[in-house]
């Protein structure tokens, strides 16, 4: 209602839900790619996880980012 007599506060709220979505499919696409660029896991563990992030993708997206290890950011040379 507040928004339909404020035509600025509306397209401050598109934009505010814009970013917010853009973002949600950022972190996804991330999550995605970070998934297969990992070395600590097998081929499996990255299907499983691929799986998982594109059946339920924000859930799966979320989960993942809880499960990873946080050693995983260590760049391997090896």
Known sequence: ML???FPLLSLTLAVL??????????????AFIDNFRRHDHGG????????VILIIPF???????IARPPEADAIQTT
């Open 3 to 5: 928004a339909y007599d």
């Open 17 to 30: 839900w814009f970013f917010f979505i853009f973002s949600i499919f950022f972190a996804i696409i991330w």
């Open 44 to 51: 499996w563990a990255k299907a499983g996880w691929a799986f």
């Open 59 to 65: 859930f799966g997206m979320l989960i993942y980012l």
